[in-house]
């Protein structure tokens, strides 16, 4: 099982509001950045949120970020359709001489 | 525009080792704000974390992989390449190569921050 974890399967109708938990400890969440991808079908994913609460250029202001303590969450507003994909939490830990983990990832349906 | 472009055999033999390439055009590999990583994907499971490599050769992995894993890099063809060896079917997957920003608070620190991803290309272990 994944260091951080997600819930499975999240859902939500065009237009509502959505958040993805990310749940992770002391070694890596609550000291480290979290990070936050997208991965539509068949494709690479993408970088939707960085240091916790920042987006990259041309990431639309609809998603949002945020951590308190060991936990992390995406939040997705203005639900559309094209928002269904697979979306994976990450943060570094510093145990084990540090290393990357990643959540087992949230499939969003929108329906 | 960054292009990473992951290059290495589709099929690899139980016990014989995985080695890939990723071929950087449109940045330098030796920037000294970034560190160039590995991420692969089992079919329909989640992503992993292989490892990263900054341009002068420093690398980071996943514990449970170091056993196995090589990262290098080659500056002068503006390349990195992982060698995974005693492959099992374990080891099928996307293999992505990836650029990872490593800048924050004006220091280089190792963090998941992947700003650019490779297409990813599929290895399978199998005989």
């Known amino acids: 099982q994944s260091v951080l974890t997600q819930p499975p399967s999240a859902s939500g109708t065009p237009g509502q509001r959505v958040t993805i938990s990310c749940s992770g400890s002391s070694s890596n969440i609550a000291n480290n950045y979290v990070y936050w991808y997208q991965q539509l079908p068949g494709t690479a994913p993408k970088l939707l949120i960085y240091?916790?609460?920042q987006r990259p250029s041309g990431v639309p202001d609809r998603f949002s970020g945020s951590k308190s303590g060991t936990s992390a969450s995406l939040a997705i507003s203005g639900l559309r359709s094209e928002d269904e994909a697979d979306y994976y939490c990450?943060?570094?830990?510093?145990?084990?001489?540090?290393?990357?983990?990643f959540g087992g990832g949230t499939q969003l349906t929108v329906l | 525009q960054l292009q990473l472009q992951e290059s290495g055999p589709g099929l690899v033999k139980p016990s014989e080792t995985l080695s890939l390439t990723c071929s950087v055009s449109?940045?330098?590999?030796?920037?000294?704000?970034?560190?160039w990583g590995w991420i692969r994907q089992p079919p329909g499971k989640g992503l992993e974390w292989i490892g990263n490599i900054y341009y002068s050769g420093s690398t980071y992995s996943n514990p449970s992989l170091r056993s196995r894993l090589t990262i290098s890099v080659d500056t002068s063809k503006n390349q990195f390449s992982l060698k995974l060896n005693s492959v099992t079917a374990a080891d099928t997957a996307v293999y992505y190569c990836a650029r990872v920003s490593c800048m924050v608070r004006g220091v280089c620190a190792q963090t998941p921050n992947i700003d650019s991803w490779g297409q990813g290309t599929l290895v399978t272990v199998s005989s």
């Open positions: 449109g940045g330098s590999i030796s920037s000294t704000s970034y560190n």
């Open positions: 990450a943060a570094w830990d510093d145990t084990l001489s540090g290393h990357a983990v």
């Open positions: 240091w916790n609460n």
